[in-house]
């Protein structure tokens, strides 16, 4: 076993066998993070999840093994996208049917249902009370369709999709009185 | 650490340049939501070896001076979760 030589400005801990292989079993987490089960990924992104691989990365840094803490700070951070994945698939399912592919669903739906295109989903919940107030409030599925305006979401640029015309549609809920 | 601190002029120097266009790209691609990435870094992003060279560059970076590491960290976060969103189907 190796021990910790000094130098100049300090101790610089020795890297050993193990830190290396811990570094390299983050790097190709990082690198395959879309293959771990989603059931791994909804337990890290939990609340103990997150308590654990906070201490884990802690640990890790204050250790003198900051590198490896970077490395497992960037794979806690791409495994907590468990809830993204799920909100997405619903989205998915619920409002394009199968024509568009599932990325970037809440900010379509942002796009859709009110600015066409210039605001992305954060403003949607704000202005959703008002796209209701102009339509009804009967439970019914409700179909909006609206033109599609010049400008291309980042996505549909790539993708080279060129959608005309969106439709969309809403189930209204109230709650129980 | 000794890793905080430049060898020399030119360490210096380095490290300033490459901190300033990782900051610029971050502030062009990483933090504008509707910023293009070039189509040849979407392509690539599909392709496990770059996607590991890109991490390996991140180490490369932490062993030569933290600061610009996190930064590099940051970016190639921020590139991977984009990329994640665009073609995550």
Same mark, same amino acid.
């Given at each position: 076993m190796q021990t910790a030589m000094p130098q100049q400005g300090g101790y610089v801990k020795p890297i050993l066998l193990p830190d290396i292989i811990i570094g390299v079993l983050f790097a190709v987490g990082i690198t395959y993070t879309? $293959?771990?089960p989603l059931k791994f990924q909804k337990a890290a992104d939990s609340f103990l999840g997150r308590v654990a691989m906070f201490i884990v990365i802690l640990g890790l840094s204050v250790s003198g093994k900051w590198i490896i803490g970077l490395l497992a700070a960037i794979f806690a951070l791409r495994l907590m996208r468990y809830d993204a994945t799920l909100g997405v698939t619903e989205g998915f399912i619920s409002t394009f049917g199968g024509d568009?592919?599932?990325?970037k669903l809440a900010q379509h739906e942002g796009f859709i249902s009110t600015f066409g295109g210039d605001?992305? $989903?954060?403003?949607l919940a704000q202005h959703e009370g008002f796209l209701n107030q102009n339509e009804n409030f009967t439970g019914e599925q409700i179909i909006t369709k609206v033109e599609k305006d010049g400008n291309k979401w980042f996505v549909e640029d790539v993708l080279e999709e060129k959608p005309k015309k969106i439709e969309e549609k809403i189930i209204e809920t109230q709650a129980v009185q | 650490m000794d890793q905080f601190f430049p060898k020399n002029k030119f360490d210096a120097t380095l490290r300033l340049v490459i901190g300033v266009i990782l900051i610029g790209w971050l502030l062009v691609y990483?933090?504008?939501?509707?910023a293009r990435y070039p189509d040849k870094l979407v392509a690539l992003y599909n392709e496990p070896w770059w996607r590991l060279l890109l991490v390996g560059l991140v180490v490369l970076s932490a062993s030569w001076c933290p600061r610009v590491a996190i930064l590099s960290a940051l970016t190639v976060l921020l590139y991977f979760s984009d990329m994640d969103t665009l073609t995550n189907t």
């Open positions: 879309d $293959s771990i568009y592919p599932s990325f605001y992305p $989903s954060f403003k | 990483g933090l504008v939501y509707r």
